[in-house]
């Protein structure tokens, strides 16, 4: 009976001569290049990295590469004593990158780069992974080996370690393991890969957290001559305290971020990925996820307003509601990482609960907002008055044409005005909602529960906490409402105000 090991390296094995069979079908190199080109083919590779990937692994550089994975691998050529940590989103190549095609441009450098390599990951099998894919390709990259010679000399990825014909050692780690005394010919490690240390279930205990820093910071970068060498660390931020943030926090680190869109909300790495196909993933995953993963902004589920405090129940007839808000906080960018246009519609009922009754919320148009207004205006129907209030800050001139061309071109106009109100602190005005909330005094409309405004509603309030960059703009458009209805209908049982957490007795 095999063994769990056996098991593994038999199912590592399996892929790695898939990667063998890929790589010899992707691109079999032909003698028919002169001297003169292939020479000319080695100094522009030398010099060029999007060049030494594209043509000696097109079979898994289906694209170029991005501006950041180029300034990182010149970084790392132009300091060999780098410390460094790439926190770059999910599905960005940062393993492929620091693990693999960096690595190896290194290797073909006129003035030798490295002589031993250790790749760190959070288990012995995912090192052993990273190990496989670099010898397959210096193995059986046919084009590499043409221009660079053989490269295999002794030693096998499924052991943990081999040796290349130019005397470079390669070895793999899983965190935790003792990288004491781990040296090749009188070679220290000159070139550390830490590569996805952390996972979910590890960043819960900070003890363990403390302890594994530790280890990197001690035993594992000990490990090389002095300090004497490339120490890089790739990894996107999963939690506010991480191995990977307690990193970066190191002095003389340095650090890049890199997040799937941009501060303009274009794809960060546009040569492999579509805003469309984002946008789509964003929806599927959720926002707290899709900001953990590919963000590097994760957040606490709950830190503030909890689950189970969010409840959903039947709304009256309109009638019935001492008075409606529809309040909107608009923003005029329309990008990705733009702040979401909101607007509630919310009633204050005879005992003092206030419904919301709907909600939208996007990161959309103009007309789009303006559009929200006329559904609610045809939801209510004239039965009832609605006062409609909009961030003053916002309503200049150009917003207000907007409002008016359409209502011109429909024969209905929005009776919206202003808010003039002196807004407090945006975090203490939403957090001073959550004692309504954990009191039962907030209800959301049964009916409009799958509506995607409430989705982004209760996401982002589940997301909200200080020192968050998570969007805030639908709970405080909901604040807003439920703050003007307050103060329109004060009754004896309901206060609004922003009471400090400490000094809370309920």
């Not at 080109?37 to 999007?50: H, L, P, Q, T, V």
């Not at 691998?73 to 960096?102: C, D, Q």
């Not at 000159?190 to 001690?218: F, G, H």
């Amino acid at each position: 009976m095999q063994s769990y090991q056996q098991i593994i390296k038999s199912q590592l094995y399996q892929e790695w001569r898939a990667d063998h069979e890929r790589i010899q079908s992707g691109r079999m190199f032909t003698h028919t290049n002169t001297d003169t080109e292939r020479d000319k083919r080695i100094a522009r590779a030398r010099r060029n990295y999007n060049y030494f990937v594209s043509t000696y692994f097109p079979e898994v550089a289906k694209t170029d590469c991005a501006r950041f994975q180029i300034d990182a691998a010149n970084y790392i050529l132009k300091n060999p004593n780098a410390r460094a940590v790439f926190e770059w989103a999910r599905g960005h190549a940062k393993s492929t990158h620091m693990g693999v095609f960096v690595p190896m441009w290194l290797m073909i450098q006129p003035k030798r780069q490295f002589s031993t390599m250790v790749l760190v990951g959070k288990s012995e099998e995912s090192a052993t992974r990273l190990l496989a894919d670099l010898q397959a390709q210096l193995e059986f990259n046919t084009l590499f080996e043409a221009d660079f010679g053989k490269q295999m000399k002794e030693g096998n990825w499924a052991e943990g370690e081999f040796t290349t014909q130019g005397d470079y050692h390669f070895t793999a780690i899983g965190r935790g393991q003792s990288p004491r005394g781990l040296k090749h010919n009188g070679h220290r490690p000159d070139y550390i890969v830490i590569d996805d240390l952390d996972d979910d279930e590890m960043v819960r205990n900070e003890q363990r957290v403390s302890k594994l820093t530790e280890w990197v910071l001690s035993a594992l970068f000990g490990a090389m001559e002095a300090g004497r060498g490339r120490f890089i660390m790739v990894g996107n931020r999963i939690a506010k305290r991480s191995v990977l943030t307690n990193i970066i926090e190191r002095p003389n680190v340095y650090h890049t971020r890199v997040n799937i869109l941009d501060r303009n909300g274009n794809p960060s790495w546009p040569e492999n990925y579509q805003p469309g196909e984002i946008a789509e993933m964003r929806q599927i995953m959720g926002e707290r996820n899709f900001q953990k993963e590919y963000m590097n902004n994760p957040t606490t589920e709950g830190a503030i307003f909890r689950a189970k405090d969010i409840r959903f129940g039947h709304i009256l007839p309109l009638k019935d509601y001492k008075q409606l808000i529809c309040y909107t906080d608009p923003s005029f960018k329309n990008s990705a990482t733009a702040d979401y246009k909101a607007t509630m519609l919310v009633g204050k009922t005879p005992d003092g609960h206030f419904h919301l009754i709907k909600a939208f919320a996007d990161q959309t148009s103009v007309s789009t907002m303006i559009n929200w207004h006329y559904q609610i205006m045809d939801y209510v129907a004239g039965r009832v008055p609605v006062m409609y209030y909009m961030e003053a800050n916002f309503m200049q001139d150009l917003m207000l044409d907007e409002f008016r061309k359409v209502g011109d071109a429909v024969g209905n106009h929005v009776p919206i005005r202003g808010d003039n109100r002196k807004k407090p602190d945006k975090f203490a005005r939403i957090e001073a909602m959550q004692p309504l909330f954990e009191r039962g005094l907030v209800i959301f409309n049964e009916a409009e529960k799958d509506e995607p405004g409430v989705q982004v509603l209760i996401e982002q309030l589940l997301m909200f906490e200080r020192g968050s960059r998570s969007h805030d703009d639908a709970p405080d458009a909901l604040e807003s409402a439920i703050w003007i209805l307050s103060q329109r209908t004060r009754t004896n049982n309901t206060a609004f105000a922003y009471i400090p957490r400490t000094q809370r007795k309920f």
